[in-house]
T-cell receptor, first 119, second 118 residues
């Protein structure tokens, strides 16, 4: 079974500064997807960024970028120029890519990191 | 267009009662997922529907939990004889089709139902 671990229960950053959230995962598969989701107090899960494991290039989405280290099974999220609206709970998630089995569409989530942004 | 909707937004019930939680997926989305999120925790997969295929119930924590989906529309998650440990936010997500190899199909989440069992 796959597991996802986020070792930072809480992180804080000053507005306009950069912060990195850590995530490690365990899997025996070679093809998979990794994601970072944001969950503000409204509970709405918002996809921030995704990475396909077969791509060596790190994904970027505006101020959000990842550092994907496949051999180390590490997938960190970097938020540049942090904004007050970035404050939320951030979840790292894993999903199988191969079509074997019936539940490969499900997401496996880490425990989450609460990000506080100070003005 | 409308996103995934869930009702009720909040539900308070007494231990031992049955509850039904509803999810309306985005129109045309064939895949539907239920997740549970305990306070301060990540999401746990419960059940997955894909079109007319048999659902994947591998995440249901006990036989008190069941879910149904009519075709590619509404889904209902039922919890019988609720226990205090069932208190959580129950989130539903839908995606356009079975997410296999090739272009990834994002899961779109609803706002969840917060269930409190007294």
């Amino acid at each position: 079974a796959q597991t996802v671990t986020q070792s930072q229960p809480e992180m804080s950053v000053q507005e306009a500064e950069t912060v990195t959230l850590s995530c490690t995962y365990d899997t025996s598969e070679s093809d998979y997807y990794l994601f970072w989701y944001k969950q503000p107090p409204s509970r709405q899960m918002i996809l921030v960024i995704r990475q396909e494991a077969y791509k060596q290039q790190n994904a970027t989405e505006n101020r959000f970028s990842v550092n994907f280290q496949k051999a180390a099974k590490s997938f960190s999220l970097k938020i540049s120029d942090s904004q007050l609206g970035d404050a939320a709970m951030y979840f790292c998630a894993y999903r199988r890519a191969n079509a074997g089995g019936t539940s490969y569409g499900k997401l496996t989530f880490g425990q989450g990191t609460i990000l506080t942004v100070h003005p | 267009g409308a996103g995934v909707s869930q009702s009720p937004s909040n539900k308070v019930t007494e231990k031992g009662k049955d509850v039904e939680l509803r999810c309306d997926p985005i129109s045309g989305h064939t895949a539907l997922y239920w997740y549970r999120q305990r306070l301060g925790q990540g999401l746990e997969f419960l059940i997955y529907f894909q079109g007319n295929s048999a659902p994947d119930k591998s995440g249901l924590p006990s036989d008190r939990f069941s879910a149904e989906r009519t075709g590619e529309s509404v889904s209902t998650l039922t919890i019988q004889r609720t226990q205090q440990e069932d208190s959580a936010v129950y989130l539903c997500a839908s995606s356009p089709r079975l997410a296999g190899m090739g272009p990834y199909n994002e899961q779109f989440f609803g706002p969840g139902t917060r269930l409190t069992v007294l």
